[in-house]
């Protein structure tokens, strides 16, 4: 037996490809939530109840926690189908966590190995089997973190996962543009500015895709797309580097690139991958140091 949690967009649990009816209480799935996202790491029963119960008196959070606890126990206990699964949780006087050997999978889980593994790997065009690994962990990406949850740590969680995912598309469609997938990077790109329609770095990779594509039209048009986003959503101007690979698309009349513009050639995807890589690996282990190490409210 293997639970299948799926946190991305409204939370669901499936089993043997049937989903699974015994988590139907909102305080269950937020419990077990929490400490699926604890990344393996027990969590303190005092700030477990205090983070799910933020304005109950103290004295009915660890009722209430115990209360919890018991039924997601019971739950998964009638789930079991053989003795050989094991247990979901290890419990102990202060703490809870997800027991190492739990016969669980998580989609967050595995689109945070998936960033690590591109944060991991050498700067370049990625392997096949690096390649597979983040494009199925996109595709994971049903919608932001348990969607309708509007918890403080929820929403923490919502945002470090939001960037990871924005990650990976970026480096999908760096490595596309480097292997002259053109088609496969605009998918990416797409896919990027429906969660972030003002992101200029998309925008301008996009912008690029497109000459490379021989759509010199379109790359112009992406600007436009660029530049009223960022009004809109900012109210900023791009940036002049973006305004110079415009208007270096703009005065190409053989859709080609011009000399000396924004170009994917491999000097410039390799800058590219480093740079955007060690960025959005700052911010996000940033955002993650952050959620681990705030106190409770």
């Given at each position: 037996?293997?639970?299948?949690?799926?946190?991305?967009?409204?939370?669901?649990?499936?089993?043997?490809?049937?989903?699974?009816?015994?988590?139907?209480?909102?305080?269950?799935?937020?419990?077990?939530?929490?400490?699926?996202?604890?990344?393996?790491?027990?969590?303190?029963?005092?700030?477990?109840?205090?983070?799910?119960?933020q304005h109950v008196d103290s004295r009915c959070t660890k009722k209430y926690l115990r209360q919890a606890l018991w039924q997601l126990q019971r739950a998964y206990e009638a789930e079991a189908t053989t003795t050989d699964d094991g247990p979901l949780l290890v419990v102990e006087q202060d703490w809870i966590g997800v027991h190492a050997d739990a016969p669980i999978w998580v989609d967050a889980r595995e689109l945070e190995r998936a960033y690590e593994s591109a944060v991991d790997a050498p700067i370049g065009p990625l392997t096949p089997l690096l390649r597979?690994?983040?494009?199925?962990?996109?595709?994971?990406?049903?919608?932001?973190?348990?969607?309708?949850?509007?918890?403080?740590?929820?929403?923490?969680?919502?945002?470090?996962?939001?960037?990871?995912?924005?990650?990976?598309?970026?480096?999908?469609?760096?490595?596309?543009?480097?292997?002259?997938?053109?088609?496969?990077?605009?998918?990416?790109?797409?896919?990027?500015?429906?969660?972030?329609?003002?992101?200029?770095?998309?925008?301008?990779?996009?912008?690029?895709?497109?000459?490379?594509?021989?759509?010199?039209?379109?790359?112009?048009?992406?600007?436009?797309?660029?530049?009223?986003?960022?009004?809109?959503?900012?109210?900023?101007?791009?940036?002049?580097?973006?305004?110079?690979?415009?208007?270096?698309?703009?005065?190409?009349?053989?859709?080609?690139?011009?000399?000396?513009?924004?170009?994917?050639?491999?000097?410039?995807?390799?800058?590219?991958?480093?740079?955007?890589?060690?960025?959005?690996?700052?911010?996000?282990?940033?955002?993650?140091?952050?959620?681990?190490?705030?106190?409770?409210?």
């Amino acid at each position: 037996m293997v639970i299948r949690v799926y946190l991305f967009g409204r939370f669901e649990t499936r089993c043997d490809r049937r989903q699974v009816r015994w988590l139907r209480g909102r305080k269950v799935q937020e419990f077990l939530s929490y400490v699926l996202l604890s990344k393996q790491r027990p969590v303190q029963r005092e700030k477990l109840a205090d983070q799910l119960w933020q304005h109950v008196d103290s004295r009915c959070t660890k009722k209430y926690l115990r209360q919890a606890l018991w039924q997601l126990q019971r739950a998964y206990e009638a789930e079991a189908t053989t003795t050989d699964d094991g247990p979901l949780l290890v419990v102990e006087q202060d703490w809870i966590g997800v027991h190492a050997d739990a016969p669980i999978w998580v989609d967050a889980r595995e689109l945070e190995r998936a960033y690590e593994s591109a944060v991991d790997a050498p700067i370049g065009p990625l392997t096949p089997l690096l390649r597979e690994q983040l494009r199925s962990a996109a595709g994971l990406y049903r919608g932001e973190l348990l969607e309708g949850w509007y918890h403080d740590w929820c929403v923490q969680h919502r945002e470090a996962y939001r960037s990871m995912y924005l990650s990976l598309l970026h480096r999908l469609m760096v490595d596309a543009e480097a292997t002259g997938n053109s088609e496969a990077g605009l998918l990416y790109g797409r896919r990027a500015l429906q969660e972030d329609r003002a992101s200029e770095r998309t925008h301008s990779l996009m912008m690029r895709l497109h000459q490379t594509a021989g759509d010199r039209t379109a790359a112009l048009r992406q600007f436009d797309l660029c530049e009223a986003a960022l009004r809109e959503d900012l109210g900023v101007v791009p940036q002049d580097s973006t305004r110079r690979l415009y208007e270096l698309i703009r005065d190409s009349h053989d859709g080609v690139h011009a000399a000396g513009a924004e170009a994917p050639g491999a000097m410039l995807v390799l800058r590219e991958l480093n740079r955007s890589l060690t960025v959005l690996q700052q911010e996000v282990t940033g955002r993650i140091r952050a959620l681990e190490g705030s106190p409770s409210p």
